[in-house]
């Protein structure tokens, strides 16, 4: 009887062991999400920022004119 005992607590422990390791897994896909999120949110900002950048760069003389060599 005692090893049927002692399969009847491995058995529960891995119970308990597989649903912590669910919860641990759901709070990591939370994080996932969250990071993939604000990683997106960081991408949109740098291609704002890059099209701004590039926008002003359009706006600045050309190289002829900056160093006041001329024809």
Known sequence: MSQFEDLADRVERLVLRH???KR???LLAQQVAALSS???S???R???AR????????RLPG???ANG???
């Open 19 to 21: 649903e912590e390791l």
């Open 24 to 26: 641990i897994n759901a």
């Open 38 to 40: 604000e990683r997106d």
């Open 42 to 44: 960081l991408r949109s």
């Open 46 to 48: 740098l291609g704002a």
């Open 51 to 58: 099209a701004r950048i590039d926008t002003l760069l359009e």
């Open 63 to 65: 190289d002829g004119a």
């Open 69 to 71: 060599s001329g024809p």
